[in-house]
């Protein structure tokens, strides 16, 4: 159970709760401007979710919490709903963002009881990668208006751009200047040190100085006034002719909540921590769908927070309960505090977390190892930047599937070759052999219709002549990477051996995995090879030729 009653583990994690809360509750507030919720509805996302997921999830130290990349899934899916009275900041747009919170912790829960958790290996970390960096730019620019001081009605990402660039000559300088100290006061905390809540000392600076200064009256704008109080349990009011973008919205969540929340359980999971993506997902769901009905967005694992969480000795889930009360404390005493803090300052917080999603060391890394890798990366990221968020998602997935059939597609075949009493996979070439007069053919992957013509291919490069002149007597077709073949295959297989044995040359497999040789035998492949050339591992097949070639 992740709220064990152990007061050596309670105690510590009181402490890292307050250091956590510190940077989660500016945070909600910057992340409320990426949805385009009101500032009270971000932090709304630090209450039932923290508590709900403290109960039912098994990660020990994930912290969960508003997030900026589904943050942008549901400002740009809601974007294009003007017509029917949505708006940034309005509380029907409000009400729209919470219903795409149960609805996606509803599919959340789903696929945690259809037992779809595996589909979370579908966004491979590079594609994940080159997602969030795309949501960074996005995040990041759409913060530059603010930070300029200007009004940009805000609409599709191109437009925001192009409008901001029309806006520069109207700058507010002062307003820019608050911005950018805001950053910098970020930037010179995180290279001190990553305890230091940045974000709420850079806060804190700026509404102090905007009213001590009096700065509003050189147009430097704050947020206003934030309803104080704990949010109403009820459900969100949908407009009529929203629900189908709710439903795609909340799909795009629930594939991101997917990847990134499991991904980050497994990233920061203790030695002696039991995995259970099962329960988180629960967990998960069910804090989406009480977030949704206390009126936050949809709530994903934040790495940051966890993050800070583990550097600060964070064990347990009563991190997230005590940053759940500190939020408490924050509505029903605090919010006056908050109305006086400048837009700019805000928008700054914003821009520098837009640019930590854009983890430039670990693109650099996949840039150097594989390049393939990095062009996908690279490619999620425009896509993302030039189409949006909603449909990058979409590219990314596909890109990721693509990749796997890809690899599936053309599996790395070999000859397998004993050299200096070492074994070692050759390529395969034309008349490559194992031995004269033998190959040992490893299929290094599932065999299915889509790739079987390639095992054809593949040997018939195999069965022209040798550079030593031996013709071939024995194929042994070693299976021990085959999980499985499929119907199409197997006719393409069938036929292989037909020719192999119009040929005279010994048909053998080796290695057949659980499974494979009932398969084989439905198939009636086994009906080509005799049971003595049915061996257990290749090894053996190779010393009964060489045992056959020297009794011959």
């Known amino acids: ?104 912790g509803v599919i959340v829960v789903g696929i945690r009881l259809s037992g779809l958790g595996f589909l979370a290996d579908f966004l491979s970390q590079t594609v994940l990668l080159g997602f969030l960096a795309g949501v960074g730019v996005q995040v990041a620019l759409r913060q530059i208006p603010d930070l300029l001081g200007v009004d940009v009605p805000r609409s599709s990402f191109v437009n925001d751009v192009l409008a901001t660039v029309r806006a520069i000559p109207d700058t507010n300088v002062t307003t820019l200047g608050v911005g950018l100290c805001t950053i910098v006061v970020m930037l010179v905390a995180a290279r001190v040190s990553e305890r230091i809540p940045g974000a709420l000392v850079a806060l804190v600076l700026a509404t102090a100085v905007v009213s001590l200064a009096g700065l509003q009256s050189n147009g430097v704008s704050v947020v206003g006034p934030i309803p104080g109080g704990l949010p109403v349990v009820a459900l969100p009011s949908v407009p009529n002719g929203a629900w189908p973008d709710v439903l795609q919205i909340s799909a795009i969540c ?57 550097a600060s000795g964070g064990r347990s889930q009563w991190v997230g309960v005590v940053m759940a009360l500190v939020t408490v404390v924050v509505l029903v005493a605090a919010t006056g505090a908050v109305s006086n803090l400048p837009r700019a300052a805000l928008a700054g917080v914003v821009f520098v977390i837009g640019l930590r999603l854009v983890n430039l060391r670990s693109l650099r890394r996949v840039a150097r190892l594989k390049r393939t890798e990095f062009g996908i990366a690279l490619g999620t990221a425009t896509a993302v930047i030039v189409i949006g968020v909603g449909a990058g998602i979409a590219v990314a997935i596909g890109v990721s599937i693509l990749a796997h059939l890809r690899r599936g597609y053309r599996p790395h075949n070999v000859v397998m070759v004993k050299t200096d009493g070492e074994w070692a996979g050759h390529p395969v070439t034309s008349g490559a052999r194992s031995e004269p007069g033998l190959v040992i053919y490893r299929f290094n992957g599932e065999i299915y219709f889509a790739n079987a013509r390639r095992l054809a291919a593949d040997v018939e490069l195999l069965l022209e002549p040798a550079a030593d002149g031996v013709p071939l007597r024995w194929f042994v077709l070693d299976a021990g990477a085959v999980v499985e073949i499929d119907y199409s295959a197997a006719l393409v297989v069938a036929d292989l051996f037909a020719n192999l044995h119009s040929r005279g040359i010994e048909i053998c ?36 030729y060489l045992h056959r070639a020297t009794d011959g």
């Open 1 to 104: 159970m992740t709220l064990a009653f152990d007061r050596r583990v309670i105690v510590p994690d009181l402490l890292v709760g307050l250091t956590v809360a510190a940077v989660a509750i500016p945070e909600a507030l910057g992340y409320s401007t990426i949805a385009g919720t009101p500032l009270v509805n971000g932090l709304y996302t630090n209450l039932l979710p923290l508590l709900l997921f403290a109960i039912l999830g098994l990660s020990r130290r994930m912290v969960i919490g508003a997030d900026s990349a589904t943050a942008s899934i549901v400002f740009a899916g809601l974007i294009g709903l003007g017509a029917l009275g949505l708006t940034p900041g309005s509380q029907v747009w409000a009400e729209t963002a919470a219903a795409v919170a149960v609805v996606t």
């Open 254 to 310: 629930a594939l991101v909540i997917l990847a990134q929340g499991v991904a980050t359980a497994r990233a920061f999971q203790e030695k002696d921590e039991v995995a259970g993506v099962d329960r988180d997902l629960l967990g998960l769901g069910v804090a989406n769908i009480a977030g949704g009905l206390t009126g936050a967005f949809p709530v994903n694992g934040s790495p940051t927070k966890t993050e800070v969480s583990v």
């Open 509 to 544: 497999v080796a290695e057949l995995q659980p499974g494979l040789p009932e398969a084989f035998q439905r198939y009636g492949l086994l009906d080509a090879v005799s049971p003595d050339r049915v061996f257990a591992t290749f090894p053996s097949a190779r010393r009964a």
